[in-house]
């Protein structure tokens, strides 16, 4: 087991499908790493536009709601003390890992130059017996892994991105949520109560009163076994060594 406590990361950016998405699953950490002095870009890839199964709306309702849905995720992000935000407006419920958002990610990467991605597992289909992972968060995983590498740090891959001043960037590490394969675990136990104050933001989508018990009892069953009152777990790839890190 690795222990990424005493990781904290210069610049993260966290890729993800909809609002909400990296509060359910990655805001303890985030919400940590802010603290520690990490400046972190929060990609949302759609509004999540299609969140309603309210049967008085219709089509019209879309752009209202994504409204609604981008106004809740900056608070969120305030909550946590996310650095910046990026909305990039894809359908929410149609996203599929297109060589056009790989390269968006890419143009996104290599201009913000994070240390660190996060996102999810694009392998992730079925969570237990009740939980059916959705078709965007697995599309938006596997673009910013695909942009991640090779793409970002790849120089004549989309090399029009060149003539617009975007310099390829190696990240140095992918932190993917979601997985068995988990090898590092982030004790949260100093910002859970910061993670469900987030995700309480996002009150058009879940039970505002509730969800702070489901997050605790997540954060309770990651952490079992692992020295920790809570945490987050992910497998972290370790693309390129800081200097500190390398032997002789």
């Known amino acids: 087991m690795t222990n990424s ?3 904290i990361p210069q610049r993260a950016m966290s890729i993800h499908a909809h609002p909400d998405d990296q509060e359910f699953t990655i805001g303890g950490t985030l919400a940590k790493w802010a603290k520690a002095g990490c400046e972190i870009v929060s990609v949302v890839i759609t509004s999540g536009d299609s969140g309603s199964n309210d049967p008085t709306k219709g089509e019209d309702y879309k752009p209202v709601l994504a409204e609604l849905r981008e106004k809740e995720q900056l608070a969120a992000n305030a909550v946590l003390g996310i650095w910046e935000t ?3 407006h894809y359908p929410d419920g149609e996203l599929e890992p297109t060589i056009a958002l790989r390269k968006e990610l890419t143009r996104l990467i290599r201009d913000y130059k994070p240390d660190t991605v996060l996102t999810g597992n694009p392998e992730g289909w079925f969570y237990g017996s009740e939980y059916f992972n959705h078709p965007d968060h697995r599309a938006a995983a596997q673009a910013a892994c695909e942009a991640v590498f090779p793409s970002a740090g790849t120089r004549l891959i989309f090399a029009d991105l060149l003539s617009a001043g975007y310099e390829p960037h190696d ?4 932190y993917i949520h979601g997985t068995d394969k988990s090898d590092t675990w982030v004790d ?4 859970l109560d910061i993670k469900i104050k987030a995700l309480q933001q996002h009150a058009s989508q879940i039970p505002v009163d509730e969800v702070g018990k489901w997050m605790t009892e997540w954060a309770e069953e990651e952490a079992k ?6 945490a987050e777990s992910y497998k972290v790839m370790i693309l390129k060594k800081d200097e500190e ?4």
């Open 188 to 191: 949260i136990t100093e910002t």
């Open 86 to 88: 990026v909305f990039l």
């Open 225 to 230: 076994d692992k020295g920790m009152k809570y």
């Open 5 to 7: 406590t005493e990781y």
């Open 245 to 248: 890190d390398k032997v002789g």
């Open 171 to 174: 990240v140095k590490r992918l």
